[in-house]
C-alpha cells in the first residue's frame, strides 16, 4: 500500500475488548429493563387468575364495545391521513409553491402540542359552549361522541405517513413523473403506475406507525369521549376505568390487546425495512449478460 492509500485508507476505532462487553452489556440492561420486563409483566398479570378470568374479560360487553370503536375509529382516521399524507408528500417533493415551509411546520404540529391540549381544542370549537357548538348540537354531536373521538384521532396521527413520504419522494425526484407525462401519460396515469410503485413501501411503514398511534391514543381521546362506558370508551379509556375500579388483572388483560399491537407493528414495521433495503440493493444492480463467442475469421 502506497503512502497516499494510507493516508486515504479509512481509520477504524479499536476500543479493548472490556469496553466493547461493558457497552453492549449497558444495552441489554436497558433492554431488559425498559422493555423486556414491562412486556413480561403485563402478560403475567394478565393471566395472574388463568386464562379462564382472561377470555372472561375479554368477552365482556363493555370490553367488546371498547374494541369495535377503536377499530372504527382507527378504520376512519387512517385511510383519511393516508391520503393526506400522499397528497401533502406529492405537493411539497414534486412542486415548488408559495407556503411550502409553512405546510411543512404545519404537518409538525401535533408533534409540539400536548394530545390533552389538541383535545381541548376541540372542545372549546365544537363543545356546547364552543363557537359552533351551539349549531352542532341541534344538527350532530361532536364532543362526549364518535365524531369527537374520530377528530381528536385524526389530528394526532396525520404527521406519520405525510413524514414517512416527504424524505423518499423528495429523494426520487421529479425525473420518472416528467418522463412519463412526456410520453403522454396523464396525471392519474403518472400517479399511479409511476409515483405509488416507487413509494409503496414507504407508505406501507407510513400506515403501519399510524395505526398504532391510532388504536393507543389516550390524552386527546380522553378529553373529547367523556368516558361514557359502552359508547366512547376505546381499548386505552377502558384500561384506565378497570384499573381506577381496582380490576388491575382486567385492567391487564385489556392492555395484553395493545401489547400484542406493538408487538405486531415492530414485527411488522421490521419486514417493511428488510424489504425496503432489500430492494434498494438491488435494484441497480445490472443483470449480467452472457457473452457471446466471438468467431475469429
Known amino acids: 500500500m502506497t503512502a497516499a492509500e494510507k493516508i486515504n485508507a479509512p481509520h477504524r476505532m479499536s476500543e479493548p475488548p472490556f469496553v466493547r462487553r461493558l457497552l453492549i452489556g449497558i444495552s441489554l440492561a436497558f433492554m431488559a429493563l425498559f422493555l423486556v420486563v414491562p412486556l413480561a409483566s403485563v402478560f403475567a398479570e394478565a393471566l395472574k387468575q388463568g386464562f379462564g378470568f382472561y377470555f372472561q374479560t375479554l368477552r365482556d360487553p363493555m370490553t367488546v364495545s371498547a374494541i369495535k370503536l377503536t377499530l372504527i375509529v382507527a378504520g376512519i382516521s387512517v385511510p383519511l391521513n393516508c391520503i393526506f399524507g400522499v397528497a401533502a408528500a406529492w405537493a411539497i417533493a414534486k412542486f415548488d409553491f408559495r407556503g411550502k415551509n409553512i405546510l411543512l411546520t404545519l404537518i409538525d404540529l401535533p408533534f409540539s402540542i400536548s394530545p390533552v391540549i389538541s383535545g381541548m381544542i376541540y372542545v372549546l370549537i365544537f363543545g356546547a359552549q364552543g363557537w359552533f357548538g351551539s349549531w352542532f348540537s341541534d344538527n350532530m354531536k361532536i364532543i362526549f361522541a364518535v365524531p369527537g373521538i374520530v377528530l381528536a384521532t385524526i389530528f394526532v396521527t396525520f404527521p406519520f405517513v405525510a413524514r414517512e413520504l416527504i424524505p423518499l419522494m423528495q429523494a426520487q ?90 408487538l405486531v407493528t415492530l414485527a411488522l414495521k421490521t419486514w417493511v425495512e428488510y424489504r425496503n433495503n432489500e430492494l434498494r440493493g438491488t435494484a441497480f444492480t445490472p443483470v449480467p449478460v452472457a457473452k457471446k463467442p466471438v468467431n475469429n475469421l
Do not use: D
Request: glycine letters at 12%; a neutral charge.
Open 173 to 262: 425526484g421529479r425525473t420518472e413523473e416528467e418522463a412519463a407525462r412526456v410520453l403522454g401519460a396523464s396525471g392519474w396515469q403518472t400517479f399511479w403506475r409511476v409515483t405509488i410503485p416507487n413509494i409503496k413501501w414507504g407508505l406501507i411503514y407510513g400506515v403501519i406507525l399510524c395505526n398504532a398511534r391510532a388504536m393507543g391514543e389516550f390524552g386527546a381521546v380522553s378529553v373529547v369521549s367523556g368516558h361514557i362506558q359502552g359508547q366512547t370508551n376505546t381499548i386505552p379509556l377502558h384500561v384506565q376505568i378497570l384499573y381506577e375500579s381496582n380490576n388491575s388483572t382486567g385492567a391487564f388483560a385489556v392492555a395484553s390487546l395493545l401489547t400484542f399491537l406493538a
